[in-house]
């Protein structure tokens, strides 16, 4: 059974940094590209950062130059390192993944950017 938990979410300032992690588990985590994706209230789920099973990395023009994208397949779990954080960041991240064409998605960490 695939499973995917996120972590890291919080309220941090304008400016501020944070790391979010997505443990994955039921499936081979080494073979599959893994992708952060966010929703911002009232606002459709947008993609913000891929990382290939083989480490390339495509980000959002939104976050480029700011959120770095990374993966530990030892510990099956990719990062999402978010610097420079602006209040429109605020949003649920949701790690995801696709097998087969089939999408799964954790529940989501909220990431909250304000003074």
């Known amino acids: 059974q695939v499973q995917l938990v996120e972590s890291g979410g919080g309220l941090v300032q304008p400016g501020g940094s944070l790391t979010l992690s997505c443990v994955a588990s039921g499936f081979t985590f080494s073979r599959f590209n893994m992708r952060w994706y966010r929703q911002a209230p009232g606002q459709e789920r947008e993609l913000v950062a891929t990382?290939?099973?083989?480490?390339?990395?495509n980000y959002a023009d939104s976050v480029k130059g700011r959120f770095i994208i990374s993966r530990d397949n030892a510990k099956s779990t990719v990062y999402l390192q978010m610097n420079s954080l602006k209040p429109e960041d605020t949003a649920v991240y949701f790690c995801?993944?696709?097998?087969?064409?089939?999408?799964?998605w954790g529940k989501g960490t909220l990431v909250t950017v304000s003074l």
């Open positions: 990382i290939t099973f083989d480490g390339n990395t």
């Open positions: 995801n993944v696709r097998i087969i064409g089939t999408p799964y």
